[in-house]
């Protein structure tokens, strides 16, 4: 059974950074894609990051592009996302989550993690 466990979130001010790490068990191989979404209370989820846990190969929200990082410890099962220069409409509650297979576009992911708020102050 994959479990996803998110961390690291928390309240800062503009400009400040954050790193959020996600501890995932259960999972074997690395033939699997893993994301960070995101998403403020009455709104649409919004995906900001994934990256293919084989290759590495990584994709970013234009919202976050230059700002934000996606990581992986294939070693330690964990995922990272490194947040800088962080904004008010950043604010949000931060999932991790993951599917399997190398398809990594869309947000049909099949593992969610209960999440992590990220609250930027002005």
């Known amino acids: 059974q994959v479990q996803l466990a998110e961390s690291g979130g928390g309240s800062v001010q503009a400009g400040g950074s954050l790193r959020l790490s996600c501890a995932a068990s259960g999972v074997t191989g690395t033939n699997t894609c893993m994301g960070w979404f995101r998403q403020v209370l009455g709104k649409e989820r919004e995906k900001v990051a994934s990256?293919?846990?084989?290759?590495?190969?990584?994709y970013l929200s234009d919202s976050v592009k230059g700002r934000f990082t996606i990581s992986q410890d294939n070693a330690k099962n964990t995922l990272y996302l490194q947040m800088n220069n962080l904004k008010p409409e950043d604010t949000a509650m931060y999932y991790c989550a993951l599917r399997w297979g190398p398809v990594c576009s869309g947000s049909g992911y099949n593992f969610w993690g209960q999440g992590t708020q990220v609250t930027v102050s002005s």
């Open positions: 990256i293919y846990s084989r290759s590495g190969s990584t």
